[in-house]
């Protein structure tokens, strides 16, 4: 069984600010990916940026990025230069064999 | 706009009965997935299709089934419901099967089991 856990069930920062939200998750296999989406108010689930488990150079989108531990099982998401529209539920995900596993997410939110 | 249509957005029903939700993928998409998300339970994966083939299966229950027709849409059957299965439940969409594709989110059926 695989489990992902977000220690973190809320968050705030300030716009412009840097915010790190945590995940870490459990699981035997050695070929997996992880994801991070986002759900803001409308409840649309949007990815946020992925991360092969065999790359250990840590993914970048924009003012996305991840610090993966693969060792450690830890995979945590940096928002930098927050803006308004970033504030939502942000999952992290692990899939692997087409089945995927959703922590219980971390609700941002960015203060004007 | 992902790409993924889901129908029909809202759902309202009575304890024991039966609905289907309807999911179209992305166009050239291959695979669909079956997500429910409900307040206490976070985002549950129940069952991936791909080419009209199950692929993987998660904790979907028995009184829930799945199918994905030669069009490639699919359609996720409820039945027997009770008031825990309110939930929102998403279907999602990738041009492939692995783990490598990234699943495209529709905006979701939001059942309320009365």
């Known amino acids: ?112 | 706009d992902s790409g993924v249509t889901q129908t029909p957005k809202h759902l309202i029903t009575a304890t024991g009965q039966r609905v289907t939700l309807r999911c179209s993928p992305r166009s050239g998409d291959l695979s669909v997935y079956w997500y429910q998300q409900s307040l206490d339970q976070g985002l549950q994966f129940l069952i991936q299709y791909y080419n009209g083939e199950e692929r993987a299966k998660g904790n979907i229950l028995e009184r829930f089934s799945a199918q994905q027709f030669p069009d490639l849409h699919s359609e996720l059957n409820l039945s027997s419901l009770e008031l825990g299965d309110s939930a929102l439940y998403f279907c999602a969409s990738s041009s492939g099967y692995t783990s490598t594709d990234t699943q495209y989110f529709g905006p979701g059926t939001r059942l309320t089991v009365l």
């Open chain 1, 1 to 112: 069984a695989q489990t992902v856990t977000q220690s973190q069930p809320e968050m705030s920062v300030q716009e412009a600010e840097t915010v790190t939200l945590s995940c870490t998750y459990d699981t035997s296999e050695n070929n997996y990916y992880l994801f991070w989406y986002k759900q803001p108010p409308s409840r649309q689930m949007i990815l946020v940026i992925r991360q092969e488990a065999y790359k250990q150079q840590n993914a970048t989108e924009n003012r996305f990025s991840v610090n993966f531990q693969k060792a450690a099982k830890s995979f945590s998401l940096k928002i930098s230069d927050s803006q308004l529209g970033d504030t939502a539920m942000y999952f992290c995900a692990l899939t692997n064999a087409g089945k995927s596993t959703f922590g219980d997410g971390t609700t941002l939110t960015v203060k004007p």
